[in-house]
């Protein structure tokens, strides 16, 4: 695609945004994380030439690799992806805009000691396993509310800024709906979140709907040209 083309297409997303924000609230702001974890750095450049700013990775090493090489780029960049133990360090090091997949309180403890030894701190959002399905991290629906309090009060070099949320895999999207708003929920019932990340290629326009605020967009915004 040329810029034109691009342009094109990422203003058909712009709309369907756009629609689906009013279902919402007539005032509702949607950010877009675009996720590049397909896509190499030329393709990061090529969206970013079109006016996206804020961009995520999964895996820490990408996420080295990629905010590096583009470093002159005023680039805002997010980790969304599982974080092991043993990349801690580095991922810290990267100075992340928003971790989004804070997935346990185990997790949150082992980051806020390297944070405090570092003398830094982490905007993070607690990932919730809304449906409940053993292939995807998080915490139960359940124990959100308990274990957001938990890391606010135990890790003092993490700020929680609200919750994400991956929908239901299942074609019913009624079961989808369900899991957005449950984590909907939660977010509003937490004192000072101003974050809920829901939404990905394939159901982004619902996840607005039911009250997201940030999405995170992938094979959508990064099209296989
Ligand atoms: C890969 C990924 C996305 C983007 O996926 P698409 O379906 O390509 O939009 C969003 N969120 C997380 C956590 C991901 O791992």
Redesign the pocket.
């Known amino acids: 695609m040329n810029t034109i083309e691009y342009k094109i297409h990422v203003d058909k997303i712009y709309e369907k945004i756009e629609s689906a924000r009013k279902l919402f609230d007539a005032q509702h702001i949607v950010r877009i994380v675009a ?1 590049s ?2 896509v190499g750095c030329k393709q990061v450049e090529s969206l970013y030439n079109i006016g996206q700013r804020t961009f ?1 990775e ?1 895996r820490v090493q990408e996420l080295a690799q990629k905010s590096q090489t583009l470093q002159k780029l005023p680039l805002e960049w997010h980790f ?2 599982n974080l092991q133990s043993n990349k801690i360090n580095a991922l810290i090091d990267l100075k992340p805009y928003l971790m ?2 804070l997935s346990s309180l185990e997790l949150a403890l082992a980051i806020d000691k390297r944070l405090r030894v570092k003398n830094q701190t982490l905007n993070a959002l607690l990932q919730i396993n809304s449906a409940d399905e053993s292939s995807k991290s998080g915490v139960e629906l359940d124990r959100a509310y308990d274990i957001y309090q938990q890391i606010s009060s135990q890790c003092e070099n993490i700020k929680l800024k609200g919750v994400m949320s ?1 929908g239901a895999h299942t074609d019913d999207k009624l079961l989808i709906r369900k899991s957005f708003e449950s984590t909907r929920a939660v977010f509003d019932s937490l004192d000072g979140a101003t974050i809920c990340s829901m939404g ?3 159901d982004y326009e619902l996840a607005i709907e039911c009250g997201s605020n940030m999405i ?5 915004i990064f099209p296989a040209n």
């Open positions: 996720v974890k397909y995520g999964s969304i992806g989004h997949s991956i990905m290629s394939s995170r967009l992938g094979s959508a």
